[in-house]
């Protein structure tokens, strides 16, 4: 009983990484309706920066100040001198050029910081762990990544749902056209939502540094989940990304968990291995795939 | 007529010419330098590199060639490299290759094909076994042999149970079943992992509640970087140690998790401290070439060198015109190796000693030290299954 506790609060975990990262990502494609492979580069960026600085200083809140705002520069940057040109061509020259994006960033980190993976500790105030409940140690740092999830989202919500820029997204979704007619500056408009999203990535990696591998390409794992997420929860909408990143945290988590224990009541215990964890990859897809078969437009489709 | 002869004598003339002397050797490098594991093919080529150069450009005091390309960890591309070298370099040697899937996509066409390789890193049980080949030659290892060495290590210090975790891949499946034939404590749980997870925490709360005496893990690259990490914190090492083969313990690696692994024990064939007079000068060359110290990778690539110089030597020079004597040559496997005594078994794979490490910090800088030996002279599992 206590271990499904655990399991659960790990699958919480996970699935508010995941939010972190598909936050952004749903906001660029599903509003601006561009589809950036890049965005897992700026989540490798924001885990090198944050690294760097912090084995520097010694301190980790100053790598998340200083990573933020680098990937968020970089976002920028990216936008005005190769993305902007984008918008207006269909989805498959997109994924061609931040595909490109994705080797271009991989081989630049691997210029700058060399091809081994660096380190980034976990902070001395958030490591150990405490128990929950009597004989369920868990990881203090892990719970600070889902309380920082959980607050993004509130503020996400607050920044979408009840501020004047918040609504120029909304309409900039809805009908671009109108918008600018209005005498709004669009492309202004699409450069801060890049940033944001970038800078969301970029807290998803800072956050994933001290448990994860800081290396070359560890963006692009984390991706494909991301992508799982943001269709599962329908392109563009936020409150989509958040219920589909904790569903698919969750079913991944508890299906590795169990899925083996539960096939062993049914086979021997070397089938159950093996055909488990074979199973256990696959139930997010799956469940991807059945979220799809029932609602095609994800959990909750933006555009109506 | 008169000039149908002419030009039949000028062919045979040409057949019949041995390759002058002064031809460099050509030894055809496919590695990964670039992606993900380029750290790996890296330091192969640089200790490969470091063998050339402490020699003033010669191997065995024979000009060389070193023709180096970038395989991105792709066995297509690999397979499409290794055949311009064969067609169009006509490379005489070779070597580089990290990963076991790719040695299984170029390896057994190209010994076919005439040229020798020597495998730098991947030694899977194919070619070790049913696979094997006259012109194949592994200087690292059979996957198996640190695994089998943890397995046994782990039985002789008396811990009762083991929970295993590996990828859910071949070499996952051959890493488990490595350890477990010389463990034969109880397996208190095994886990195979998607290969590429980055979180651990559903398996390590499964750990938690399994209550082994010890875990062994095979995770290479960052996986391993995140289990370490995520072990750490989760505060089970204290009770539950950790062991494993080198690959999450190298050079390369532990900058990257930290003190997360001091103090965890490893099996390696190499490691820094070996003392002889080969892995002296190899351990003070690298760091003053590169400024850093040498990993695993890049002891196995000078070994790969040096073995590679000892044959040309013992021929004079000579690859493709006598290949039974280059074969031969580097068969009696004549050379210092870093890991000290070295000799080739049957198929052509290593039979060495391999040892237990532990992670320290010395200098500041987080490094491996010898504790305890775990094999004397090991062979791998495969040899009886190799036919040449």
């Known amino acids: 009983m206590l271990l499904i506790l655990e399991q659960t609060l790990n699958g919480l975990q996970l699935g508010v990484m995941l939010f972190l990262m598909a936050a952004g990502l749903t906001l660029i494609c599903g509003i601006m309706s561009f589809i950036n492979l890049a965005h897992g580069s700026l989540y490798m960026v924001g885990a090198y920066v944050a690294a760097t600085v912090a084995q520097a200083t010694g301190s980790f809140l100053l790598g998340v100040c200083a990573a933020l705002p680098a990937a968020g520069l970089v976002a920028m940057a990216l936008e005005w001198s190769a993305l902007g040109r984008l918008y207006d061509r269909d989805h498959l020259d997109q994924v061609l050029a931040t595909f490109g994006l994705i080797l271009f960033f991989n081989e630049l980190v691997k210029i700058v910081w060399g091809a081994q993976p660096i380190f ?23 719970l600070a990544i889902i309380v920082v999830g959980l607050a993004v989202a509130l503020g996400l919500y607050l920044l979408i749902a009840r501020t004047r820029v918040g609504m120029l997204i909304r309409a900039g979704a809805s009908n671009r056209r109108m918008v600018s007619a209005l005498g709004v500056d669009i492309k202004r408009l699409y450069t801060l939502i890049f940033g944001l999203g970038a800078m969301l990535a970029a807290l998803a990696g800072v956050m994933a540094g001290p448990i994860y591998a800081v290396q070359v390409g560890m963006g692009e794992n984390i991706l494909i989940l991301a992508f799982v997420v943001i269709v599962v929860g329908g392109i563009g909408s936020v409150r989509g990304a958040l219920v589909a990143a904790l569903l698919v945290g969750l079913v991944d988590t508890l299906g590795r968990a169990f899925l083996p224990t539960l096939l062993q009541l049914a086979f021997d215990p070397a089938t159950a291995n093996g055909v488990g964890a074979s199973l256990a990859s696959m139930t997010i897809y799956i469940f991807m795939a059945a979220i799809l078969a029932w609602r095609p437009q994800g959990l909750f489709p933006a555009h109506g | ?178 350890f477990k034939r010389y463990y034969d404590g109880e397996i208190a749980g095994e886990v195979y992992t998607k290969l590429g997870q980055l979180d651990y925490a559903a398996e390590i709360a499964q750990i938690r509640a399994a209550e082994p005496d010890a875990v062994f893990f095979f995770l290479p690259g960052g996986m391993g970087i995140s289990f370490i990490k995520q072990y750490d914190q989760s505060g089970l090492r204290e009770s539950v140690p950790l062991f494993g083969p080198a690959f999450s313990f190298d050079q390369t690696i532990l900058g990257a998790v930290g003190d997360a692994a001091l103090g965890v024990v490893n099996s390696s064939q190499w490691s820094q401290d070996i003392d002889n007079v080969a892995n002296e000068a190899f351990v003070a060359d690298f760091k003053e070439a ?81 504790t305890a030996k775990a094999f004397e002279d090991h062979k791998d599992a495969y040899v009886d299954e190799c036919r040449m």
């Open chain 1, 120 to 142: 980034l500790d976990t902070p001395a105030w958030l490591s150990g762990s405490v128990e929950i409940v009597p004989g369920v140690p868990y990881s203090t740092y892990r």
């Open chain 2, 1 to 178: 007529m008169i000039r149908r002869i002419f030009c039949a004598l000028a062919g045979l003339a040409l057949l019949a010419a041995p390759a002058s002397a002064a031809d460099p050797v050509k030894i055809g490098m496919i590695t990964t330098l670039s992606g993900g594991g380029s750290g790996l093919g890296i330091d192969i080529r640089d200790g490969f590199r470091l063998a050339i150069d402490q020699e003033g450009g010669t191997l065995g005091g024979h000009a060389v060639e070193l023709i180096v390309e970038d395989d991105a960890r792709k066995p297509d591309k690999a397979r499409q490299i290794a055949d311009r070298m064969v067609e169009r370099d006509r490379v005489d040697v070779m070597t580089g290759i990290v990963w076991s899937n790719l040695a299984i996509a170029v390896v057994p066409k190209v010994v076919r094909d005439g040229v020798f390789y020597v495998s730098p890193n991947a030694g899977p049980s194919l070619l070790a076994g049913k696979g094997c080949h006259e012109n194949y030659f592994n200087v690292a290892w059979q996957n198996d042999n640190l695994h089998e060495a943890v397995g046994q290590y782990v039985k002789d210090e008396g811990y009762e149970s083991a929970f295993v975790l590996a990828p859910n891949y071949p070499a996952g499946h051959d890493a488990i079943a490595g």
């Open chain 2, 290 to 370: 590169y400024g850093r110290l040498p990993s695993l990778y890049a002891s196995q690539g000078y070994d790969a060198a040096r073995l590679i110089a000892s044959a040309l030597k013992a021929t004079g020079g000579q690859v493709k015109d006598d290949m039974d004597a280059f074969r031969e040559a580097l068969r009696a496997a004549d050379f210092q190796s870093v890991r000290g005594d070295f000799a080739f078994g049957a198929n052509h794979h290593p039979v060495q000693d391999i040892y237990m490490r532990e992670v320290v910090k010395q200098d500041g800088v987080l490094t491996n030290r010898i």
